[in-house]
């Protein structure tokens, strides 16, 4: 039986075969995918600006954590890319990956040392912060099937001061220019407006909000299934237990 370790890394370089989730590659670029999950929209969005055509395969949240997928990603996460037999998982290493190998230029993710340091930065301030707070949240409570937990609610409430005082002074996420790490954090402030918090309290993020959607060739058809998949999930959470805010 191979380790984990070795296991994930064979999965970089080979398709394994399944059943369930086929690896037979109709189109080149293949995204397993759920529309509920933000990171899965934020590579869809990323794919649309860059001009590469995906072949999305629908993958059911329950059926990460099965044999057939563990072959696919060891991590039990979507999204994952499949590129001509190249498994990547991690939403913003595929944008990455997809806008350098792709991109007509390096406009959404400059090969200047500086400029995507920032963009770089923005990538963990989202994973590790800002979506984070937003998922312990949403795992605690609707996915858990808890009480609304008001210290945990609060956690989102830090990054995004943070996040809108960065935006006071820079046009978007990374500077002057609409790049790749608008896209990630479109996709988690796209979920963290559809829980319920009130961003018109936080003007530049709303207004940046504004500013990047029409930045995405067909936003809202990318995402509007998705975020009202959410906002059912925690209209029925909500009813459930009806927080006091
Ligand atoms: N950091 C990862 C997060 C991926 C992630 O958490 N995906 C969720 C859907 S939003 C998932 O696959 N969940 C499977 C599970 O909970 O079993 C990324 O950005 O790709």
């Given at each position: 039986?191979?380790?984990?370790?070795?296991?994930?890394?064979?999965?970089?370089?080979?398709?394994?075969?399944?059943a369930?989730?086929?690896?037979?590659?109709?189109?080149?670029?293949?995204?397993?995918?759920?529309?509920?999950?933000?990171?899965?929209?934020?590579?869809?969005?990323a794919a649309?600006?860059?001009?590469?055509?995906?072949?999305?395969?629908?993958?059911?949240i329950?059926?990460?954590?099965?044999?057939?997928?563990?072959?696919?990603?060891?991590?039990?996460?979507?999204?994952?890319?499949?590129?001509?037999?190249?498994?990547?998982?991690?939403?913003?290493?595929?944008?990455?990956?997809?806008?350098?190998?792709?991109?007509?230029?390096?406009?959404?993710?400059p090969?200047?040392?500086?400029?995507?340091?920032?963009?770089?930065?923005?990538?963990?301030?989202?994973?590790?912060?800002?979506?984070?707070?937003?998922?312990?949240?949403?795992n605690?409570?609707?996915?858990?099937?808890?009480?609304?937990?008001?210290?945990?609610?609060?956690?989102?409430?830090?990054?995004?001061?943070?996040?809108?005082?960065?935006?006071?002074?820079?046009?978007?996420?990374?500077?002057?220019k609409?790049?790749?790490?608008?896209?990630?954090?479109?996709?988690?402030?796209?979920?963290?407006?559809?829980?319920?918090?009130?961003?018109?309290?936080?003007?530049?993020?709303?207004?940046?909000?504004?500013?990047?959607?029409?930045?995405?060739?067909?936003?809202?058809?990318?995402?509007?299934k998705?975020?009202?998949?959410?906002?059912?999930?925690?209209?029925?959470?909500?009813?459930?237990?009806?927080?006091k805010?």
């Amino acid at each position: 039986m191979l380790s984990l370790t070795k296991q994930f890394l064979r999965s970089q370089i080979q398709v394994p075969p399944s059943a369930a989730f086929s690896t037979e590659v109709k189109r080149h670029i293949t995204l397993y995918q759920h529309p509920i999950s933000p990171p899965c929209r934020a590579v869809i969005m990323a794919a649309k600006l860059i001009g590469v055509d995906l072949e999305l395969k629908h993958v059911q949240i329950k059926d990460c954590k099965t044999q057939e997928f563990l072959k696919i990603n060891p991590l039990k996460r979507i999204p994952v890319l499949n590129d001509g037999g190249f498994l990547l998982s991690e939403s913003r290493a595929i944008l990455t990956y997809l806008s350098d190998k792709y991109g007509k230029d390096d406009s959404l993710y400059p090969r200047d040392l500086q400029a995507r340091a920032i963009i770089d930065q923005m990538f963990y301030f989202d994973m590790g912060t800002l979506y984070q707070a937003m998922v312990d949240y949403w795992n605690y409570c609707v996915l858990k099937d808890n009480p609304h937990d008001e210290q945990r609610y609060r956690r989102v409430f830090g990054p995004l001061n943070l996040f809108n005082e960065t935006l006071g002074v820079s046009k978007f996420a990374a500077g002057p220019k609409f790049t790749l790490a608008d896209v990630s954090l479109l996709a988690s402030v796209s979920a963290i407006d559809a829980i319920g918090v009130d961003l018109t309290k936080y003007p530049n993020i709303h207004s940046w909000s504004d500013r990047s959607q029409k930045m995405v060739p067909n936003y809202e058809e990318i995402n509007s299934k998705g975020v009202e998949q959410i906002k059912e999930k925690f209209r029925v959470w909500e009813d459930k237990f009806r927080p006091k805010k």
